[in-house]
């Protein structure tokens, strides 16, 4: 997938990745590649901008921690994270069935 | 597992980040933890090392795309702000969260803050002229601001050190016309106590005075004698020993002594012992029963210079009783000051109607906080001044932000430049705004020094009469007050620079060479400013000019007397005086004035019961026409009861008849002398020589007085106020009367002093004077109000000149500067320096023309307010604002032409090449 169409959607994409509980950076970028079986395939280093700005707007939030002997940036959603989660899910699933009606025809 | 191409890749992406002004330490650390991790993937997917690092790189992505990517993230500074206040907001609500373990999220914001201070630390180091006048200025401001403020809050807004003062109030009587007058007597007090409903405690106060003898030495104590309940009233105990008992205010009181701590610590050495030693005061032993603490101000005798010494029980419990009193009260808990006035004058009718006759029918009672009583009559002085200052501080503001204007003016190439490498509005704007605060803080901590001499001089200037004056100090609420004028200054001046720096067109300021730009929106603010300030000085300088003007006319003013030369001092006349009849005692003053008389250098001496600008007593004095009057309808006049030769030495102007002569002041006395404002009240259009007149004193009859002479009248009691009705009667009408004695000598009375009080000991070496002072000591202090609020405001007012003339050299010259290239070019096409000269002073003049017209209005306005202050002088005299506006317009006119003289002088080809 063109990096370009994903871009508007990372936000969504990484508040979900971090759904199942706190993750590091790289785990973030696993867990991406992993369930979209590779479709989502973005320069790895434009996901720590965007983690970022998700921290500064309280969405998420992030402490140094020992993950597997090392020290890693762990990051996890707040309470103000999973609200737009859920809201961005919805939109999403409106979005995407909308698209897929009107894509596919009717049935 | 960290090899070369991570650590390559890694100080690449640190140095691009640096360039693009992103500090944050954590993304670096973030991106190694993500690099070593993938390149270890790949490493267990049997890459060799190399390899796996390169392919950890690639996915990663190339580093100038990352680092643009955290540009858009780079948080500006407001949003930073808020993050700080958020932590702020959890310390105080004591949140457990450990988010202080949190090294590098804390470390994040501190960088980029400390960052911040680090950069405006040398932006305001860059420039130390506009930061040196910033801060010169801004301490001037606030350092004045802070030391009236300190005197304000300690006089005006600060309670009185009693137990719960907002409830204790002064009662005075009021007659049926609404003005203040009549004798309180304790009688009428236990009176007022035993009916009204709204009082919880009420007593009495007055002068007195001791001798106490001291070994060989006798030494006059000055004092107050109070009624028993009177330091319950104010809510005072003792530091120990202890306060008055019911009882000890009887007709005869008790000879018992409470010492004020400030006494017992000079004049006891701070002796614990002194609690029941008995003193040798004349009269009779009395013995010290308390010590009163140290913070207990005690309230200042009628002479409002004058601290009590010592409390001694007053005759309270007394019928007939004598004397003139004060009256404080505390009113129960819920009662407001309109409610006891409104209870009190209902009781004072009933009384007027059980003993009519004693009060006339239309006497009420006023009821005054105790703190507006003290201070109410500098309330109006010293909001004016505290007004003043604050219009210097207006005046400081708009000058530092006119001189940040410039800067930022002149930055705004910088800014441009940063705006176009990604730097947001809020960034710039929250930059400059702490580059002002920083001025500020250091203005404001200049400020706090200033503060501390100022309030030194402020109390020195200030009339010993002032209430509270040892009160003054910079305390807490001060403290607080210089804090938040500080930070409000700060980012009053600041969020203009900010704003219009943050508006900065960045094609148009890139494009041009010369660094100037931003120009129209700048100016147009600034001269906004200059005008402001022009105003404002205008205002402080019109006033100063009416407050001196006021103070000249009033010092100039006919009082009716002479004070130069003249000494004047209080005999004890006690001792062998006391002991003997009334023609003893009249034969003795006699005799001491006899011998004041005969030194060199004294050309006149006299006697008389108070002295013009001291005190005055005012009884109802009947005239021949007023028979049919009762005693309480019968009008007032101020009585003064002297002895031949105090007219003289006065140097009060005999009109008509002749003064008073040793026949006069025999017993009993026959004659009186008037003044002629008294003589044209009672008898209009005719001579009152030859008329006669009674003292009414209640159940008490007395002779009649022939009128002998006529004098001018006096001032008796305040300078700004015509001479009242006096009435002069010889010392043998009263003469047990407390006396002062004056003599006008040659030249420096004070010279005279020791003289004067040796002859005194002459005739009786037992006697003691005191109170030695000049009379001029006496028009001192009834100007010293006023020497006081024109010393203040004249200090403001050069000032706000000084002030103003920088704004507008400061705004001129740095458009000069600015079209620098504009007046090359009209130079290069044949302008003179005439005309450039002309066209930068037009300028000037444009801005001083606006200025004073806004002055003239807004002086109108302030004048109103300040008029209780000027004596003599009309605001809308055309004179003294011409004045003003010629001085501002002067200096208005030297800030433009220094600035004025530099454009002619621009040489065409280096403006035009530059």
Request: aromatic share 6%.
């Amino acid at each position: 997938m063109r990096a370009e169409t994903l871009k508007g959607h990372l936000d969504l994409l990484l508040l979900a990745a971090m759904q199942s509980g706190p993750a590091h950076g790289y785990a973030v970028a696993e867990t991406l590649r992993a369930r979209s079986d590779g479709a989502f395939d973005l320069p790895e280093g434009t996901l720590y901008p965007a983690l970022h700005r998700l921290e500064y707007s309280g969405l998420l939030s992030s402490r140094w921690s020992e993950v597997n002997g090392r020290r890693r940036r762990v990051y996890q959603l707040t309470r103000k994270g999973r609200h737009a989660l859920a809201q961005q899910h919805d939109e999403w699933r409106d979005f995407a069935r909308a698209v897929h009606a009107v894509v596919e025809g009717p049935a | 597992m960290m090899s070369r191409p991570i650590e390559a890749y890694l100080s690449r992406l640190a140095d691009l980040l640096r360039e693009r002004g992103v500090v944050d330490p954590r993304i670096i650390d973030e991106v190694r933890e993500h690099l070593v991790d993938a390149a270890e993937a790949s490493v267990r997917r049997g890459l060799p090392p190399e390899a796996a690092e390169r392919q950890a790189l690639i996915r990663f992505g190339p580093p100038e795309t990352i680092a643009a990517t955290f540009l858009g993230t780079w948080d500006p500074a407001p949003r930073r702000l808020r993050v700080v206040l958020s932590r702020i907001g959890r310390v105080l609500r004591r949140d457990p969260r450990p988010q202080f373990d949190d090294h590098g999220r804390r470390m994040w914001w501190l960088t980029g803050l400390w960052y911040d201070a680090r950069f405006a630390c040398r932006a305001v180091w860059r420039s130390p002229g506009a930061t040196a006048a910033a801060v010169v200025t801004l301490a001037l401001g606030v350092g004045l601001n802070t030391a009236i403020f300190s005197v304000v809050e300690s006089l005006l807004l600060r309670q009185l050190p009693y137990g719960a003062p907002d409830r204790i109030v002064a009662l005075t009587l009021l007659d049926s016309n609404g003005s203040h007058g009549g004798v309180v007597d304790a009688w009428l007090v236990r009176q007022w106590a035993a009916r009204a409903q709204t009082l919880d405690r009420v007593a009495i106060h007055g002068d007195s005075q001791l001798l106490l003898h001291d070994g060989g030495d006798t030494e006059v104590m000055r004092g107050t004698r109070v009624s028993a309940g009177y330091f319950d009233t104010l809510g005072v105990h003792a530091l120990f020993g202890r306060t008055f008992q019911p009882g000890e205010d009887r007709l005869e009181p008790a000879p018992v002594l409470v010492l004020t701590n400030d006494f017992w610590v000079h004049r006891f050495g701070q002796d614990q012992a002194i609690v029941g030693r008995t003193l040798n005061i004349d009269g009779g032993p009395y013995r010290v029963i308390g010590v009163l603490p140290e913070r207990f101000d005690p309230l200042r005798m009628t002479n409002r210079a004058e601290r009590p010494e010592f409390f001694a029980p007053a005759s309270y419990d007394c019928d007939p009783c004598g004397g003139l009193h004060r009256v404080v009260a505390r009113l129960k808990p819920d009662v407001t000051p309109q409610q006891a006035q409104s209870d009190l004058s209902a009781v004072m009718r009933q009384v007027a109607r059980d003993y009519p006759g004693k009060y006339a029918p239309g006497t009420a009672v006023n009821v005054e906080p105790l703190l507006d009583q003290l201070v109410g009559p500098i309330r109006p002085a010293l909001w004016t001044v505290f007004g003043a200052v604050s219009l210097v501080l207006l005046i400081a503001c708009a000058n530092v932000a006119s001189l940040q204007l410039a800067r930022a003016t002149t930055r705004s190439r910088e800014f441009a430049v940063r705006a176009a490498l990604g730097g947001s509005r809020g960034r710039i704007a929250g930059q400059l705004l702490i580059e002002n605060l920083l001025v500020a803080c250091l203005g404001g901590a200049a400020g706090l020094l200033a503060a501390r001499g100022g309030t030194a001089i402020v109390v020195a200037l200030a009339p010993r009469a002032l209430p509270r004056i040892d009160e003054i100090r910079i305390d807490g609420t001060v403290l607080i007050f210089t804090l938040a004028a500080t930070l409000v200054t700060g980012v009053v001046f600041g969020v203009l620079p900010a704003w219009t720096a943050s508006r900065v067109d960045v094609n148009d300021a890139l494009k041009r060479t010369t660094g100037a730009s931003g120009r129209a929106a700048g100016a147009r603010v600034r001269s906004a400013l200059v005008v402001a300030d022009l105003m404002l000085a205008f205002v402080l300088v019109l006033t100063t000019g009416l407050l001196a003007k006021s103070f000249r006319n009033l010092s100039a003013v006919d009082a009716g007397f002479d004070a130069t030369h003249v000494l004047t001092m209080t005999p004890a006349l006690t001792g062998m005086a006391q002991d003997r009849g009334p023609a003893d005692a009249l034969e003795y003053d006699r005799r001491i004035l006899e011998r004041i008389r005969a030194m060199p250098g004294v050309t006149g001496a006299g006697m008389a019961s108070n002295v013009p600008l001291a005190n005055v007593e005012s009884e109802a004095v009947r005239t021949e026409q007023d028979t049919a009057l009762r005693d309480a309808e019968v009008p007032p006049a101020d009585l003064f009861w002297v002895t031949p030769g105090y007219l003289d030495a006065m140097r009060i102007p005999l009109r008509r008849g002749r003064p008073f002569s040793d026949a006069d002041n025999l017993m009993p006395a026959s004659s009186a002398i008037v003044s002629e404002a008294f003589a044209r009240r009672r008898w209009p259009g005719e001579d009152p020589i030859g008329r006669r007149v009674e003292i009414v004193r209640q159940n008490q009859t007395h002779a009649w007085l022939t009128i002998v002479g006529v004098v001018a009248d006096v001032r008796y009691a305040r300078l700004d106020r015509p001479g009242g009705e006096a009435v002069y009667l010889p010392q043998s009408q009263r003469w047990y009367h407390y006396t002062r004695l004056v003599a006008r000598t040659t030249g420096d009375p004070m010279r005279f002093a020791a003289a004067i009080r040796a002859a005194v000991r002459d005739v009786d070496p037992a006697e003691t004077t005191y109170h030695v002072e000049p009379m001029e000591a006496y028009v001192g202090s009834a100007l010293a109000d006023r020497t006081f609020a024109v010393a203040l405001i004249a200090m403001f007012g050069t000032l706000a000149l000084l002030l103003s003339g920088v704004g507008v050299y400061s705004l001129v010259s740095h458009t000069v500067a600015h079209r620098t290239a504009e007046l090359g070019i009209r130079a290069a096409l044949g302008a003179t320096p005439r005309r450039l000269l002309l066209l930068t002073l037009r300028q000037g003049a444009a801005l001083t023309a606006i200025g004073l017209l806004g002055g003239i209005v807004a002086a109108w306005a302030a004048t109103r307010m300040t008029s209780t202050l000027f004596f003599g002088v009309s605001a809308t005299d055309p004179a003294l604002p011409l004045a003003t506006a010629g001085i501002l317009a002067a200096v208005a006119l030297a800030a433009t032409y220094l600035p004025a003289r530099a454009a002619t002088r621009v040489d065409p080809l280096t403006a035009l090449r530059s």
